[in-house]
């Protein structure tokens, strides 16, 4: 099974798969599949998941490598514990005097009110210091699986836990049988029928396992095993 790279919990979207048309000939179709009536409130609800899905779909398919997020704060670290360096750093050796004469000019043109001490150089060297602290911080939270955004899949199994939710509310079947591959002349159960014609009104990059209906039974069974309560992403809209 292929292994995904962590990523960051937050995107920027640009919102172009969220739009979603259901028409009634496809309700028909999906119907048919199904071989059950949907409510029309099983109907909305199920639009309503789905839009979601794809809303938030985006967001797992572009998400930043963690990678990235790491790599941007040890610059910072860096240019940190650097700074700290140039300030401290100052060895009575034969450069001595004239780095400190470049102190004292830089600090005699250098005034932030930030800064009350007269050796300001040195004042922002310490602040470097809490900096420094801060950027271990943060990559020790980059570290933890509990702050790192969706993995590849998450959001299509939570689209299909909410929609066995919903047909579950409204009596309907969810039972997902496996034994098609024992016997090729069993039908897949309607609920699999559903999801894979839902999957037909969405756009082909967000759909998953298509390429056998025993396939998708065992990835919608994947998807509704017990699992630790999804994170909500944060996403940014261009």
Not at 142 to 147: A, F, H, R, S, T
Request: aromatic share 6%; proline share 5%.
């Amino acid at each position: 099974m292929a292994r995904f790279a962590p990523t960051i919990p937050i995107a920027t979207l640009s919102g172009g798969d969220a739009e979603l048309s259901i028409s009634n000939d496809d309700w028909r179709r999906i119907e048919l599949a199904y071989g059950r009536a949907v409510p029309i409130t099983a109907r909305e609800q199920i639009r309503g998941a789905t839009v979601t899905f794809l809303l938030f779909v985006e967001g797992e398919q572009v998400a930043r490598p963690i990678s990235e997020a790491r790599d941007r704060i040890l610059q910072h670290k860096e240019a940190a514990a650097a700074f700290q360096e140039a300030v401290f750093d100052n060895p009575q050796d034969s450069g001595w005097d004239s780095r400190v004469y470049a102190d004292r000019l830089v600090e005699r043109y250098f005034d932030d009110a930030r800064i009350a001490s007269p050796q300001r150089l040195r004042s922002l060297g310490f602040v470097m210091t809490s900096l420094i602290v801060g950027c271990n911080k943060a990559l020790a939270h980059l570290e933890n699986p509990q702050n790192h955004g969706r993995r590849r899949g998450e959001t299509w199994g939570n689209w299909v836990c909410r929609i066995t939710d919903v047909m579950k509310a409204h009596q309907l079947p969810i039972e997902v049988r496996k034994d098609t591959d024992k016997n090729a002349t069993l039908k897949p159960s309607p609920f699999v029928a559903l999801i894979k014609e839902l999957q037909a009104c969405i756009p082909e990059a967000h759909r998953r396992t298509t390429h056998s209906e025993i396939a998708l039974s065992e990835a919608i069974v994947r998807a509704r095993r017990p699992r630790r309560v999804a994170k909500t992403s944060v996403a940014r809209r261009k």
